[in-house]
């Protein structure tokens, strides 16, 4: 049974130096007059212990959306500003916060990878049953949203972060929530991912615009391309000999010590993912099966990957490897080439795991 911390009272969870942050952090008091993050926070410990919703769940989801809770504002520390207008405000939170909290649960705290990747998605999206609507495409933010966390879940955390606060319009929201409910029931995502005809249906109604979500396109896509998402040293070149031995291998490390440059030359380095990329091309003429061989370890920089493959219409696989912290390290240090420690680090603060809407499919492999 998992759970953030075996003592749950707050002088026990201050031992974690991104509890001790929220002490001080303001908020505006026009949404928030209870006070600063920490007192915030507390509360909708409190009211999430309370509410019915949260009682009927097994234990291990209890556990999970507690520390949900616990962490749905952790990047408030660094995200805080008073705007123009001079209101207080944290923009970009949620999508900070959810970066901190996969650190925190993979370097920190142990976590299991489905749960932890399901916390992260309720920080990620935490406000979202309160402001779906007034995105420019409501019902995709709402689908994207359903393959990364139960909106269940969701909904059950919107509801006691209302609730642990004092704002004058606590119903107007709570009554967001609730539509926002009838919404997820009305898409058919309701405590579940939105299914789709096929896997292709899916890739090409997060990328058409005109697309629906009913749509069956004919399946017309030649070889496949496999694009690794890993952080170095989680043993992308031991899977390969375990798996794709018959593909053609773009290492773009392999490319970069063929001609001896550095991670850190800029120049070099476009020069080498140019020369990859057109190798790529090649291959994609011919129709040839290749795995790509990098880190990508951030949604933008698979879909750079995705937009130049999809235009030769083969099937897209990401595979995603990791291996635990610790075992990471070691790995890395007994590689035949390794990377400095702290630019490890760095890979696991800016790590965005694949998701299921980023190409045909998604493979994730993790010890």
């Known amino acids: ?97 959810a970066l901190t909290a996969r650190s925190i649960l993979y370097r920190e705290v142990p976590t299991p990878f489905a749960i932890r990747e399901e916390i992260v998605g309720l920080v990620r999206y935490h406000g979202l049953p309160l402001w779906v609507f007034e995105k420019p495409d409501p019902v995709r933010a709402l689908l994207k949203a359903s393959l990364e966390v139960n909106t269940r879940l969701l909904v059950l955390l919107a509801k006691a972060d209302i609730l642990g606060r004092i704002c004058s319009d606590q119903q107007e929201m709570l009554y967001r929530i609730e539509m926002f409910r009838e919404f997820c029931i009305e898409q058919d995502c309701w405590g579940k991912p939105k299914e789709f005809p096929s896997d292709l249906a899916r890739f090409l109604y997060f990328r058409k615009e005109e697309q629906t979500a009913d749509y069956v396109p004919f399946d017309d896509r030649k070889a496949e391309v496999v694009i690794l998402s890993a952080i170095a040293g989680s043993g992308k070149d031991h899977y390969l000999k375990q798996h794709h031995a018959e593909h053609e291998v773009i290492s773009l490390d392999e490319m970069r010590r063929a001609q001896k440059i550095s991670h850190g030359d800029a120049r070099g380095n476009g020069r080498i993912i140019q020369a990859a990329k057109e190798r790529a091309r090649e291959c994609l003429r011919k129709h040839q099966p290749f795995v790509w061989n990098a880190t990508s370890i951030t949604a933008q920089m698979r879909e750079q990957l995705v937009d130049l493959f999809e235009v030769y219409n ?53 010890k």
């Open 1 to 97: 049974m998992w759970r953030i911390h075996e003592c749950t009272d707050w002088d026990s969870l201050r031992q974690f130096g991104w509890v001790r942050d929220m002490r001080g952090i303001p908020q505006s008091p026009i949404h928030h007059a209870e006070g600063d993050v920490e007192i915030h926070t507390r509360l909708v410990l409190e009211q999430l212990e309370q509410l019915p919703e949260y009682l009927e769940l097994p234990e291990q989801e209890q556990h999970l959306v507690w520390a949900a809770a616990l962490l749905h504002d952790v990047e408030k520390r660094s995200t805080t500003i008073t705007d123009e207008n001079g209101s207080i405000v944290s923009p970009g939170h949620a999508k900070k916060g």
């Open 314 to 366: 083969p099937v897209i696989r990401i595979v995603y490897l990791e291996v635990p912290y610790q075992q990471l390290l070691s790995q890395n240090r007994n590689r035949q080439f390794p990377i400095p420690e702290a630019a490890l680090e760095n890979m696991i603060a800016k790590l965005e795991v694949p998701k299921l809407w980023e190409a045909h499919t998604v493979q994730y492999s993790v």
